[in-house]
């Protein structure tokens, strides 16, 4: 018995040692591929993709060896890709933001251009209506509709009324202009159915007018039609001057009639040329 048991012992040992070692060595080919896949595993989450997995064996390991370098090629692309295109981005961005900034630019160089110019109207419109309400006659403003819109203050007193009394130009025409023929002569002038007369005109179209305090008087006038549909008016009072010429017209007459009548010759030389002989 004792022999068998040594016997066995002797057969038994040898097979347990190559089974430890066998052991050993099946452990180191499987744990070592599979330590160096969760090193570079480690080190790819840190975001090194430059590792791989440098593995000779045929085996599942080194199929999934190689899957992991494959996975860890496509992973670099993807992160090249996205890197670009944050570049990309980052330039059209930055692209954007220098022409919203050259855009915003211009405009506030428009708007100041614009406030400058609003403030160069105002001016200029200031001064218009010191000029315009100092003049020795009357302007005003009729609109499209023909409203009356602006009135200095020679035509305000002259005629005793302001804009919002005045209303439309035809029944202001019928309650100033008295004689008929006037208000034609006036209503042609204006809606541009008469010839115009130029404002420096010698003799330009006079009309019998009904002033503030009932009195009737004799007015020059001109027609100016502006772009936006708009005409100015102006009126001169020249009774004064028609009563004038009237009364030289009338000294020339009795003149002439007293020469004419004179038992004296009578005549008149100028420039070596007789003018005029009774």
Known sequence: LHTTRDALSLMILPILALGLILAYF?????SRPV???RRATALIGEGNLESSVAIGTHDEIGELAGA???????LKKTFTKLEDTQKDLEAAALLLENKVTRRTEELYDTQKALLNLMEDLEIEKSKFEMLAQNVPFGI??????GEFVYMNRWFREFFGQDEK???NKERWFR??????????LLLSAFDGTAEATP?????????????????????????????G??????????????AMETALKDSEYKFKGLVEESIAGVYIAQDGLFRYAN
Not at 229 to 242: M, N, R, S, V
Request: negative net charge; without cysteine.
């Open 68 to 74: 992991f370098n494959a996975m860890t090629i496509h």
């Open 199 to 227: 404002v420096a005109a010698d003799a330009p179209p006079s009309i019998r007018v009904r002033s503030a305090n009932g009195a009737e008087r004799v007015v020059s006038f001109f027609v100016v039609p502006l772009i």
């Open 140 to 145: 005003t403003l009729i609109d499209r509709a």
């Open 229 to 242: 549909g708009e005409t100015i008016i102006a009126f001169l009072d020249i009774t004064d001057q028609k």
């Open 26 to 30: 099946v452990s180191r080919t499987v």
């Open 175 to 184: 309650e100033f202009v008295p004689i008929r023929a006037d208000q034609t």
């Open 165 to 167: 009394e005045t209303g």
């Open 35 to 37: 330590e160096t896949l």
